[in-house]
């Protein structure tokens, strides 16, 4: 269809037949207005359904004389193949925001996010993306209304080494697809993985040895701090007295969340949640659990050293911590001096360790000296035998009277269901407004009448 202008209407002829479209159209119908009488650009473009945006950028195409179309398709080519590079050292395929962040510290690219998005559309490629795949129905050790309170409440972000959060997940690995289970301490505030454990067990043990491997390297770092924060949901491994007394001796402060809530540990689902969108597929295809141990720690140290987070300003988790604590931004040069001439901030840091570590060494000698002494034998070995023979008759004792245990055993459970009988009453006397007070599980605890829940521990 063709167009023949008369005037300021526009007449459309359908017996020519000229190869052309809307943009052409309108660009026709445009320069033939008069620039005074004439309609205007808008108007113009509106006649024949196409935006000025559009319009522009197709007229751009045309006169892309200077070659800026094809430079520009050129520059895209670079910056894509700059993006293969930061799958294949991530391993995964990110979001914008991580593609923006790497490119400018690795590359020194400054790409924008919206141009990032652009490309990866170009690419066709999607980042991965976590799925809800929380570790649901998880046992618990004591009655709900006896569990430590929740002294976090979801203020995660109050400080460096303040809210340490810990959790449980579980992969998948092998064509018999055996279960085996990670367990994390994580800074809410920096990021950073300050101990974890694997193991084919979800046990106390898995619990203690990833604490112990955060207490080995980080702390100094935490008893730095009068208060910290241990956070963890209801599980039993939390809530058991091992992990407690573990909290107690350190003079860490416990917090758990409410029963079933997993907003109250948010942080730690989404780290487990990102963790298994970016590994997961490649731990299945693991043939043993050391393989699968080796990729989870190695997956650690490169999130902790290498991978940039767009919300810890453009910074690693142990750069972030590192500038947090002491102010330096990581830069390549500062004032003209290079980063690569200056000391290492890490280094200066473990200087200083190394010195406040010789101040101490001969007080730790001496303690060591005394608790060698403390440990050595004080008896004969007639008194140890004597003494190891009481325990015996002891606890043979202990076995014959077996059954009077048992039996005081249910009289005390016996007792107990009395106390909730007692406690059913005690709850139908009071008022409207006390009564709903207690839907707080910790506000149990106020009433003596309701102490009955101290006495269930180990039942659930």
Known sequence: MAVRITGETCIFDPGERLKTDNFLLADIFYRKQDPVKGLSQIKCLRIFGVSRSGYNSWKARQEDKSGKMAAKKAEDERIMELFRKVIHHRGYVPGKKTFHTDLWRDYDENVSVKRCSKIMKKMHITANRPKKDAYKHMATHDHECAAPANAVNQNFFIGPRKVILTDITYFYYGIARTPIYLCVFRDAYTKQILGSCVDSRMTVGLVKSAYEDMMAHHSAQLKRNSEVFIHSDQGSQYLSTTFTRLLEDDSFIQSVSGRGNS??????????????????????????????????????????????????????????????????????????????????VGDLVAERRRIADEKNKKAREA????????????????????????????????????????????KFLESVLEKTKSA?????????????????????????KLNYIYDMKSLF
């Open 263 to 344: 907003q109250d540990n948010a942080p730690m689902e989404s780290f487990f949640g990102r963790m298994k969108t970016q590994i997961l597929d490649l731990i299945a295809l693991c043939t043993n659990a050391e393989d699968v141990r080796s990729m989870i720690t190695e997956y650690i140290r490169r999130y902790n050293s290498e991978f940039y987070q767009y919300n810890l300003a453009g910074l690693t988790p142990d750069e972030f911590y590192t500038y947090v604590t002491t102010g330096i931004y990581p830069l390549n040069e500062y004032y003209g001096i290079k980063s690569t001439d200056l000391l290492s």
């Open 424 to 448: 059913a009453e005690f709850i139908r006397s009071l008022p409207a407004e006390e009564l709903s007070s207690l839907s707080i599980p910790q506000n149990w605890q106020k009433y003596p």
């Open 367 to 410: 303690y060591a000296r005394r608790n060698e002494e403390r440990n050595r034998l004080h008896k004969t070995p007639l008194q140890v035998i004597a003494r190891d023979q009481r325990v015996l008759r002891k606890h043979i004792r202990d076995w014959k009277e077996n059954k009077e245990i048992s039996e005081a055993q249910i």
